[in-house]
């Protein structure tokens, strides 16, 4: 038996997949879950890179204990967050998290230098305050000695990679969330990095899902009992989920639903138009350079948040000690409320307030819309909102690339949302086809299956999933 090892690590929690093929189809087992997110660090949101490494070692040391060996394993992760190493391949500084406000007014240092038209049309990425490209320029601005220093930038995916081998490898799809890449060339913007005063020392070849890293350390072949193949997938999480719609129609809407919602569609050309930068989409790099034109909504963020505030005791009417307040419970019971209220689920204010509680309905207060005073109203509220987006979203990729959309592939967690799946197919009139719900592991294991040979395409992986998991119809 031929096993794969899918580590899949999100913005709150980690995961690892073993996955065999039995009878043409893909099946797994989730052999290990740990706990993630961002801790202060005098006065920073940082990542803990030395807790998360031991989690992942804890749970390859997992297959040992099952006699399950794999024969590749590879590690995805969210994009634009990096490490800087030395000469000696140590550290430097803190691993920040993209929520962390240093990047305030970065933006406008970037535009002294080009401008936000320009930088558009030369890489095809929106603009976020969190980009790769805004965190290095806080880097030049606020700790230039460890810019001076730095002889490696490894994203935090390739980091991983690189402790488990020895070999460094800048993965592409991961790279080009940073805002930092050509998007005729598919490869980094030289000309860009210069100007921006970053040392190129620091941006090297680029390499594809599927190729391989190297194997394991004899160090860490010691500590998790067994050797095995290290094999790049679409080390961004959004890549690996969308590797793993279940659609092999050309024209296929998509949204992988998790803490962010990407909503977009496949181009085999980057969209750097003015249309395009003005409604905020963009153009991430995908599986064989295939562009994953998209927006970035909120997502499930608000209501994992609110989620998070009631578990913990936030004092709110309606809210009663011992309640299940599940994400399932919030599904069923928010579809059982009367309140119309929305906010824009964009609003920055949202990406990461004190209470998200009082946020939403200080937002709604602001509008003068009635304000949810229980917690079935507030997932009410939060669910309308996004399906609002999605709605809005979905009109702004029709008139963006003239391409009409019959049906919206839902994959990743939020894909069992039952209620968000509901309203997303009444909001935009189209057929929701919802699944797989472990659509980022699944990408995976499959860009290390096609590898292997599993496989001859993604075309062919594609019609496996949909054949393995199936999808829920709205």
């Given at each position: 038996m031929k096993y794969y090892l899918a580590v899949d690590i999100g913005a709150s929690s980690g995961r690892h997949l073993l996955a065999h093929m039995e009878d043409g189809k893909?099946?797994?087992?989730?052999i290990y879950r740990f706990a993630n997110g961002m801790n202060k660090v005098n006065g920073h949101l940082c990542w803990d890179t030395e807790t998360l490494f031991t989690e992942i070692k804890n749970?390859?040391?997992?297959?040992?204990?099952?006699?399950?060996?794999?024969?590749?394993?590879?590690?995805?992760?969210?994009?634009?967050?990096?490490?800087?190493?030395?000469?000696?391949?140590?550290?430097?500084?803190?691993?920040?998290?993209?929520?962390?406000s240093r990047t305030e007014g970065m933006d406008e240092k970037v535009y002294e230098i080009v401008s936000e038209e320009e930088l558009y049309q030369r890489t095809g990425i929106q603009k976020a305050i969190f980009n790769t490209i805004y965190q290095l320029m806080a880097v030049k601005e606020q700790e230039p000695e460890n810019l001076e220093k730095a002889q490696s930038l490894l994203m935090i995916p390739d980091y991983f990679h690189f402790l488990l081998t020895g070999v460094k490898k800048q993965e592409y799809t991961n790279a080009s969330t940073g805002q930092l890449l050509n998007a005729k060339t598919n490869d980094w913007d030289y000309e860009l990095i210069e100007k921006l005063g970053f040392p190129k020392r620091l941006f090297g070849e680029l390499s594809m899902p599927g190729t391989l890293v190297g194997e394991l350390s004899e160090n860490i072949?010691?500590?998790?009992?067994?050797?095995?193949?290290v094999v790049l997938p679409a080390t961004h999480d959004t890549g690996s989920a969308v590797m793993s719609v279940p659609?092999?129609?050309?024209?296929?809407?998509?949204?992988?639903?998790?803490?962010?919602?990407?909503?977009?569609?496949?181009?085999a050309e980057a969209n750097c138009s003015a249309e395009a930068r003005k409604a905020n989409f963009t153009n991430e790099g995908g599986y064989q350079h295939r562009y994953r034109f998209l927006k970035n909504i909120m997502g499930l963020w608000m209501i994992q948040s609110v989620k998070k505030e009631l578990e913990e005791g936030y004092d709110y009417p309606g809210r009663t000690d011992g309640e299940d307040y599940s994400f399932a419970n919030l599904c069923e019971r928010a579809a059982k409320e009367n309140i119309t209220s929305v906010v824009d689920a964009n609003d920055g204010?949202?990406?990461?307030?004190?209470?998200?509680?009082?946020e939403v309905q200080a937002a709604c207060r602001e509008k003068g819309s009635a304000v949810p005073q229980t917690p079935w109203?507030?997932?009410?509220?939060?669910?309308?909102s996004l399906a609002l987006c999605y709605k809005q979203a979905t009109e702004e990729i029709e008139s963006i690339t003239g391409k009409h959309f019959e049906s919206i592939n839902i994959v990743g967690g939020g894909s069992n949302a039952v209620y968000l799946n509901e309203l997303t197919a009444r909001e935009t009139?189209?057929?929701?086809?919802?699944?797989?719900g472990e659509a980022t592991a699944i990408g995976n294991l499959g860009a290390?299956?096609?590898?292997?040979g599993v496989f001859t395409d993604l075309t062919e992986f594609r019609k496996t999933v949909f054949d393995s998991f199936g999808v829920k119809r709205y």
């Open positions: 893909i099946v797994y087992e989730e749970g390859m040391k997992k297959c040992a204990e099952m006699s399950k060996l794999p024969v590749s394993m590879g590690i995805d992760t969210w994009g634009v967050d990096y490490v800087l190493l030395d000469e000696n391949d140590r550290v430097l500084g803190p691993t920040y998290g993209y929520r962390d072949q010691k500590e998790v009992g067994f050797n095995c193949k659609c092999t129609d050309e024209n296929c809407l998509y949204i992988s639903s998790g803490t962010w919602s990407l909503m977009g569609c496949e181009l204010r949202f990406l990461a307030p004190e209470s998200m509680i009082a109203e507030l997932a009410k509220v939060i669910y309308s009139g189209r057929v929701v086809n919802a699944g797989p290390q299956m096609i590898a292997d």
